[in-house]
């Protein structure tokens, strides 16, 4: 019976300890990803916005329109 008792403790140490290991192993895997993505995301997100950006600056729309009109009007005002 106590033998039965130290091989079940040696097993239950062992799962313990592999579950420990894996996850240990995953994390410093998984984790470096994790941070990889987020940056990946942080990039794709600036050039979408970037792109948006220019896009509604661009010559002949309706923001760029006023821009140029806000201008002249300012350069009118201050001869």
């Not at 106590?2 to 239950?12: I, N, Q, S, T």
């Not at 140490?13 to 987020?38: E, K, R, S, T």
């Not at 995301?41 to 821009?67: D, E």
């Amino acid at each position: 019976m106590e033998d039965l008792m130290g091989k079940a403790l040696a097993y239950l140490l062992a799962a313990i300890g592999a579950v420990v290991v894996v996850g240990w192993v995953l994390h410093a895997i998984i984790g470096p990803l994790f941070y990889l993505a987020l940056v990946v995301l942080a990039v794709v997100g600036g050039v979408y916005l970037y792109g948006k950006a220019k896009k509604s600056l661009a010559p002949g729309t309706r923001t760029q329109r006023r821009i140029e009109a806000a201008q002249k009007t300012y350069r009118m005002r201050n001869r």
